[in-house]
Nanobody, 119 residues
């Protein structure tokens, strides 16, 4: 069984920074794409940043220049460095990985970590 464990969320003041981490554990044969999504109250889940299978990075327009996604593939871990946070970034953040386990490709979600930006 594969699991994604997230950490790094919390309460931060406007203008502050947080770094989220997400590590996959279990029988993992390979990882293709990695990404971070978020869902604010009353809104749909949206892609914040992603590393598609081609190794490039993609960002939601509103976070470009403030957030950075990176990965340590040897550690099955993806990070999201978030700087210059504002109230509009308040949401539950979820990581997602497209990974191979038991000979099958699976789309797997983390449990979510709350990020609250408030003074």
């Amino acid at each position: 069984q594969v699991q994604l464990l997230e950490s790094g969320g919390g309460l931060v003041q406007p203008g502050g920074s947080l770094r989220l981490s997400c590590t996959a554990s279990g029988s993992i044969e390979g990882i293709n794409a990695m990404g971070w999504y978020r869902q604010a109250p009353g809104k749909e889940r949206e892609l914040v940043a992603g590393i598609p299978g081609d190794g490039t990075t993609r960002y939601l327009h509103s976070v470009t220049g403030r957030f950075t996604i990176s990965a340590d593939t040897a550690a099955n871990t993806v990070y999201l460095q978030m700087n210059s946070l504002g109230a509009e970034d308040t949401a539950i953040y979820y990581c997602h990985m497209s990974l191979r386990s038991g000979g099958r490709w699976l789309g797997t979600w983390g449990q979510g970590t709350q990020v609250t930006v408030s003074s």
